[in-house]
């Protein structure tokens, strides 16, 4: 039990497994909400709507791809069954899915479609699943785990492989409603089974729900949390409980923000790396509503949520939703063109390549050298009980500097509570331009401009000696 911070022990051991590394690395995924509450100018379908409605006009999975990887997106996860039930896929072992619309006359799969188009574009797929079906006459029994796990064996079987399944935690049964009893834990098995190298989110082990759907992120986020934290029956309370549009709207509230502090942990009897992830829509809602054309999120808004997840130790998994031609709609896709060329314009020249970094103390071994690399095979670290640090980058002579990127070796945890970033002037003196508290998988640290030929960060405190793996100076 913490009561004090002699717990190295413990905080070194709980780092990312190899999925969760996988996932950490990929900062940047989408999100694509599509079912038949797109032709019903719906958010949550009750399971009633005949199969009929569906029917795209237009489906180009190639074009969503496209559109993904113009703002450097990685992986793509399809709501292949909503809470309305109804399956883009011909599953077996529903008629409340394709097969019964007039979609391709019956013989599409949109599943598959989509999970090809991925592959050819060289982006992951996943799989969002959600236990919550309106539609299914099972649901309530025993017999609905048979009919998820089947359904589950299909999308993990037949569509390559597959980097995450997202499970909701959203469940808006009424008093009179069926619950369900989920058998979490047989679901658990037949992905590790079936895709042995695929996350489990949300309601699961491997990726933590941030809290709030509106982008809202913690000053400073934690992966590293009390065992049992974000059980699914805890997501399942704190998660969308009707269509609810203040909902979406809704920031992260005062008790949720601190899940990783020093105080937060006392009394607690073991940790887990459990990463956050923010998911948000394009939109005001999850799915396309013609109405909503106006109402697409600025380039701007959508930067700023991106510079406070992907670098403020959190993932960002952002919507965008098809319209009911099945495409990407045009305001969307310049958004994500925007995006890209904004992030790819920005962090074009890493000024710390051509640098010289030094340490004021390492343990011999792990020179700051390293941190000129972006990988794990390399680290920098002092010796143990070394908790503050101060690394200097000598620029090759003076730039205009206005950003600072620093990740942790998160393969040996995280650590860093505390760190500032200062720009040495031509008298000598040295300008604080940032001061940050956690860094994890990675900080980005955005500040005016400022023409400097040194800049330097000190860790001002670690939980144990911090250790970090790049450094990168725009
Ligand atoms: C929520 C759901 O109720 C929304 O419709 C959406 O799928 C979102 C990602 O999760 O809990």
Redesign the pocket.
């Known amino acids: 039990m913490y009561t004090n911070f002699e717990y190295d022990k413990t905080l070194v051991k709980c780092h990312p497994s190899a999925r969760q590394l996988m996932v950490e690395q990929m900062e940047f995924y989408a ?1 694509a ?1 599509f079912t038949v509450n797109t032709f019903t100018d719906k ?2 379908g009750d399971g009633t709507e005949p199969e009929s409605v569906f029917n795209p006009t237009e489906l180009d999975a190639d074009q969503w791809v496209d559109a993904l990887k113009s703002a450097g997106i990685g992986g793509l996860i399809l ?1 292949c069954k ?2 309305d039930g109804f399956c883009l896929w011909p599953s077996a072992y529903t008629e409340h899915c394709v097969k019964n619309s007039p979609y391709k006359d019956g013989k599409g799969d949109v599943v598959k479609e989509v999970s090809d188009a991925c592959r050819r574009g060289g982006i992951r797929f996943g799989v ?1 699943l ?1 236990p919550w079906d309106r539609n299914c006459r099972l649901y309530g029994t025993e017999e609905y785990n048979d009919y998820f796990c089947n359904q589950l064996t299909e999308l993990l079987t037949q569509y390559g492989d597959i980097f995450t399944v ?1 499970f ?3 469940c ?1 049964e009424g008093p009179n409603g069926k619950r369900q009893v989920y058998d979490w834990d047989r679901y658990y098995a037949l992905i590790r089974r079936l895709q042995p190298d695929a996350c489990i989110a949300i309601c699961g082990p491997d990726v933590r729900w941030c809290g709030n ?1 509106a982008g809202d992120t913690r000053p400073s986020e934690w992966s590293v949390l009390p065992t049992g934290f974000a059980d699914p029956d805890e997501v399942a309370k704190n ?2 409980q009707s ?1 609810d549009t203040a909902f ?1 709207e809704k920031k992260i509230d005062a008790m949720q923000r601190d899940l990783g502090s020093r105080e937060f942990l006392f009394g607690n009897t073991g940790l887990n790396w459990r990463p956050a992830e923010t ?1 948000t ?1 394009i939109r005001p809602g ?2 396309y509503h013609a109405g909503e054309d106006d109402k697409v999120r600025s380039t701007e808004t959508l930067l700023d949520i991106w510079y406070r997840t992907v670098g403020g130790n959190s993932k960002l998994l952002l ?1 965008i939703p098809p319209d009911r031609r099945g495409l990407f709609h045009e305001v969307d896709v310049q958004r994500l063109r925007e995006m890209g060329e904004y992030i790819r314009h920005t962090f074009a020249v890493n000024l710390a390549e051509k640098a010289v970094i030094t340490a004021d103390r390492d343990d011999g071994y792990h020179l700051p050298d390293a941190l000129k690399v972006n990988s794990y095979d390399a680290y920098y670290k002092p010796f143990d009980g070394d908790n503050q640090v101060t690394l200097t980058i000598a620029l090759d002579g003076v730039q205009n500097v206005t950003h600072v990127v620093i990740k942790e070796h998160i393969p040996m945890s995280q650590r860093v509570e505390s760190f500032v970033i200062e720009a040495r002037n031509a008298d000598g003196t040295y300008t604080e331009v940032y001061a940050g508290t956690t860094i994890g998988y990675q900080k980005i640290a955005k500040f005016d401009g400022i023409a400097t030929d040194e800049v330097r960060i000190r860790i001002t405190d670690s939980r144990v000696c911090p250790v970090l793996s790049f450094i990168g100076v725009y």
């Open positions: 999100f909400h958010e949550w709501t909503h809470h969002y959600s997202w909701d935690g959203a808006g759907e998660s969308q269509d979406r998911d829509s999850w799915f919507n």
